[in-house]
């Protein structure tokens, strides 16, 4: 394989792009996003060459990404989610598929449903199924949609959701909720999605839903909310993410790949046949989390648990609100346990200097001698009784 160093190739230069003979080539759009920077990284690592959108070629979330990928088959392209098809054509043109992982992701300070949430998620999404579609060259299109796709709350379903269920009700309380303009955004892309792919010839889809994303991140950026709650868990403050569930990132990444590797596992109708919901099965505790770090952390200053840990009794009757129907299908992909995932993202991110953990107060002196002593009289007493 010829050795070549990452370039950044713009609109309408893409002659230049490295690839070697046979080489699969793959569009990853959103590639400096906490999902797309594992899913590049993946990709590479099988020998892919890998083209993927940025908003700014001169951004510093680019160079975190050329940095990390020198000598690698990569080209970034600038593509805006508003800017239209033709803004992502460089990037699919003579591609064998296109991985879109771009997408907003925001659930506080939503003022705009339309304009801050929906229209990029749709818009992108149409923009660059179609770029695609028109491209002649690529075969299969794999969307990054979401757990929201399905349902607007736990409450939506009896049972637990799977990929034959979409979410009918957030749509009322898009000006009301922001989570649900949110939800509603990845229901309308998703949508959006499947209307493309079944009118198209010769092109086949695939969906991966993932919930709440965890796991180790491939740089130090620290922006966007599931880092951000990871670095408040750390900082000692209480993480804003409530009980949730959770997927690590190299899962949902490893779900794209499969998902265009796998045999059968893209297609256009039914669009439930060629979705992967990918999440654990019941929510996560915060409180857990928090009792979790203090325990991996015990000289930070991690916040309490909000309450009792429950008991065993208590948690075998969490509900199992996700239960795939074809994850298992995509070879090789399976999610793992979300204390591992948490432990290796809080590992990789102090390491990376992403987050400094704030170190627990030292007890004023004398207070371990007040203590003991406390003690001493407690037993004292008891054997007196």
Known sequence: MVHVHVRFILAAALAATAVADGQTVACVTGATGFLGQELVAQLLEKGYAVRGTVRSATGKNAKRLTDLFKGKFLTLVEA???GGEAGFAPCVAGADVLFHTASPFQSTGIDDPQRQLIAPAVEGTEAATKAAI?????????????????????????????????NWSSEAKIHDVAMDAYRYSKLAAEQAFWR???????VEGAAVLPAFIVGPPRTDRTDGESLGNMVAALSGATPPRGDTPMVDVRDVAAAHVAAYETPGAAGTSPPEKYRYLAST???YRRDDLLSLLADAYPNAAIAPRAAPPPSTAERARDKVVFCSKNL??????????????????????????????????????????????????????????
């Open 134 to 166: 028109a491209s002649g060259s690529v075969k299969k299109i794999v969307l990054t949609s979401s757990i929201a796709a399905t349902m607007g709350g736990f409450g939506d379903k009896d049972g637990c959701f799977d990929e034959t269920d979409w």
């Open 281 to 283: 099965p019941t929510a």
């Open 328 to 385: 298992g299908t995509l070879a090789g992909v399976s999610v793992r346990a979300a204390p591992d995932a948490l432990l290796d993202m809080a590992h990789v991110m102090l390491e990376l200097g992403s987050v400094a953990v704030t170190p627990r107060a030292k007890a004023p002196p004398g207070t371990r001698f007040v203590k003991k002593q406390a003690r001493r009289l407690r037993n004292l007493f008891k054997k007196e009784l």
């Open 80 to 82: 805006d989610l508003l």
């Open 196 to 202: 493309l792919v079944a009118g198209a010839d010769g």
